[in-house]
């Protein structure tokens, strides 16, 4: 059974810096692209990072783009999303998900249950 | 980037009513549409891909038609667990744009 389980998220003050985590299983990890994607609770779906299979193909939303690092460890199952410059716009709750290629084509088939991150002084 | 405009944002039906909900993208996007599902408190969950692909374990009361810049979801006959909110996605080109939702509720 394909899960993906995230973490990292918290209460961090504008400025500041936070790394999730997101562990796989039940999938072989470095055969996929992983994205993060963040939702606004009762709002819409923001894509803001993908990864293909070797870190060899990185991408970022315009609105994160020089803040936010995506990065993988295919030994570890994990990918990761390094946020720096943390704005109050940030504020979200951040979902891992699992392309259904090596490369980022989409669509995503398989999302954990995300960790909420809060920016706010 | 390309927008994503559903229609309608919300609206209530009965169980056993179709329900069809609109997307359209503001380029063509040929049959890069995907559709997702939200219910409340739960991460999304893929129901088709490339307009009109059922994934795996969807009920088939669920289709998707379209290409180029319109796309309908159809749930033929809508069932309790099928309220909840669902989104488009187009995946012709990045940034991967999603629709603001669609609410379906009881009425």
């Known amino acids: 059974e394909v899960e993906l389980v995230e973490s990292g998220g918290g209460l961090v003050q504008p400025g500041g810096s936070l790394r999730l985590s997101c562990a796989a299983s039940g999938f072989t990890f470095d055969d996929y692209a992983m994205h993060w994607v963040r939702q606004v609770p009762g709002k819409g779906l923001e894509w803001v990072s993908s990864i293909s299979w070797n870190s060899g193909s990185k991408d970022y939303a315009d609105s994160v783009k020089g803040r936010f690092t995506i990065s993988r460890d295919n030994a570890k199952n994990s990918v990761y999303l390094q946020m720096n410059s943390l704005r109050a716009e940030d504020t979200a709750l951040y979902y891992c998900?699992?392309?259904?290629?090596?490369?980022?084509?989409?669509?995503?088939?398989?999302w954990g249950q995300g960790t909420l991150v809060t920016v706010s002084s | 980037d390309i927008q994503m405009t559903q229609s309608p944002s919300s609206l209530s039906a009965s169980v056993g009513d179709r329900v069809t909900i609109t997307c359209r993208a503001s380029e063509n996007i040929g049959n890069f549409l995907n559709w997702y599902q939200q219910k409340h408190g739960q991460a999304p969950k893929l129901l088709i891909s490339h307009a009109s692909s059922w994934q795996t374990g969807v009920p088939s009361g669920f289709s998707g038609s379209g290409s180029g810049t319109n796309f309908t979801l159809t749930i033929s006959s809508l069932q309790p667990e099928d309220f909840a909110t669902y989104f488009c996605?187009?995946?012709?080109?990045?940034?991967?744009?999603f629709g603001l939702g669609t609410k379906v509720e009881i009425k």
């Open positions: 998900a699992k392309d259904i290629s090596p490369y980022d084509s989409s669509p995503y088939d398989y």
């Open positions: 996605q187009q995946s012709y080109s990045t940034p991967r744009t």
